[in-house]
């Protein structure tokens, strides 16, 4: 099982309570789609018990701090794009600040699964045979809610309100 969040923008708590959940279910890997934001949440993430991979967003402060202590961790930083194949599955990991490139992704066939964030508004859509998941914002601050997605190869995508 694959779990995904995206925007936690510091918020501790939701960071600590997404963790949470993915040690609880077992998740293997965890995508995280971008707006981590500041290097000091590392604190929280150390304590996954999974994988993780991450890319930037658009509003990520000091991406050379940020990336050298999520290595420090283990993390993998993909930069601004992540390419990955994870449990028989390619799949693109973008932010998504711009609509044509996400919706060029999904279409392309190149990918069984894009994975994008910075709207906030938690989605699961199927284009031609691609899977495109927002798993909305961990931080819940424009929503109010607090999301993020668990991606089962045979079951499908539940978004999960943490």
Do not use: W
Not at 10 to 38: C, Q, R, W
Not at 105 to 125: N, P, Q, W, Y
């Amino acid at each position: 099982m694959i779990g995904i969040m995206s925007d936690s923008h510091d918020n501790m708590d939701a960071i600590k309570a997404a963790v949470e959940l993915f040690n609880k279910k077992k998740v293997k890997t965890v995508l995280h789609a971008g707006d981590i934001i500041s290097p000091f949440t590392v604190s929280a993430f150390s304590k996954l018990e999974a994988d993780l991979y991450f890319i930037f967003g658009n509003n990520d402060g000091d991406k050379l701090l940020l990336k050298q202590k999520f290595e420090e961790i283990g993390a993998e930083c993909c930069g601004e794009f992540g390419d990955l194949e994870i449990e028989g599955m390619r799949i693109a990991l973008i932010h998504g600040i711009y609509e044509a490139p996400v919706d060029a992704l999904a279409e392309s066939g190149d990918f069984d699964v894009v994975i994008r964030g910075h709207t906030h508004h938690a989605g699961v859509t199927e284009i031609n045979d691609t899977l495109l998941i927002n798993p909305g914002e961990t931080a819940g601050v424009l929503t109010g809610k607090r999301t993020v997605a668990l991606l089962d190869p045979e079951l499908g995508v539940e978004i999960v309100e943490i």
